[in-house]
């Protein structure tokens, strides 16, 4: 079975431009997580789409926000970034939800200059 | 809120030792989870316990589960340079409304 994947790898903007990152989850798993992860905060918790409906959401403002596909596919997309979104986006499908177990696609690695 | 504390923060260990980190909160866990993220990779999946008292091995590794369903350790035996990497825990709670809270993580460096 395919792991997960997500596009782009990287990824470089400028304050003020939005970013649309993808992931694509294990086949079958119908739960997809989005974290963010910088050296300072740890995996942070952003959101979970199960069957196209945002299920789950943590403390982050409405710049971020995703969306799910019928195909379980999902999109995060940032607006108008600010420096402090440089990190890592790591998306993980499961089964059952963001409280089971994780499975991590390779991330995207945003710098915002 | 619901916070997991991992310790220590940083662990450099020479080839050949053992070490142990350790995951606590202050709320009863309903299960916990062990993930190890290599450097430039990203985290994967170790092993989950669920039941009080959970001793659970793989290979060198040894993951408990406390009586009291708060705390939680990872004890690694004859330390590899292959153990290198961040290890991190990933507890369920009643709180967390369906997800996982990470502990900040524990930077394991081996010394050959």
């Known amino acids: 079975k395919a792991g997960v994947t997500q596009t782009p790898r990287y990824l470089i903007k400028t304050r003020g431009q939005q970013v649309t990152l993808s992931c694509s989850p294990i086949?079958?798993?119908?739960?997809v997580s989005w974290y963010q992860q910088t050296p300072g905060q740890g995996l942070q918790f952003l959101f979970e789409?199960?069957?196209?409906?945002?299920?789950n959401k943590g403390n982050f403002p409405g710049r971020f926000s995703g969306r799910q596909f019928s195909n379980s596919r999902s999109e995060m997309n940032v607006s108008t970034l600010e420096l402090g979104d440089s990190a890592l986006y790591l998306c993980?499908?499961?089964?059952?939800?963001?409280?089971?177990?994780?499975?991590f696609g390779p991330g995207t690695r945003l710098t915002v200059l | 809120g619901q916070q997991v504390m991992q310790i220590p923060q940083y662990q450099h260990v020479q080839e050949g030792e053992d070490f142990t980190t350790y995951c606590n909160s202050s709320?009863?866990?309903?299960?916990i989870q062990w993930y190890k993220q290599r450097p430039g990779g990203h985290p994967v999946f170790l092993i989950q316990?669920?039941?009080?008292?959970e001793v659970k091995k793989q290979k060198r590794l040894t993951f408990q589960f406390g009586e009291a369903k708060k705390n939680s350790s990872l004890h690694i035996t004859a330390t590899q340079t292959t153990d290198v990497g961040t290890y991190f825990c990933?507890?369920?709670?009643?709180?967390?409304?369906?997800?996982?809270?990470f502990g900040a993580g524990t930077q394991v460096v081996v010394t050959p």
């Open positions: 993980a499908s499961s089964r059952g939800g963001a409280a089971d177990t994780q499975y």
């Open positions: 086949s079958g798993h119908r739960s």
């Open positions: 789409y199960f069957s196209e409906t945002q299920r």
């Open positions: 709320t009863t866990l309903s299960n």
């Open positions: 316990l669920v039941k009080s008292g």
């Open positions: 990933a507890a369920g709670t009643t709180d967390s409304w369906g997800k996982l809270q």
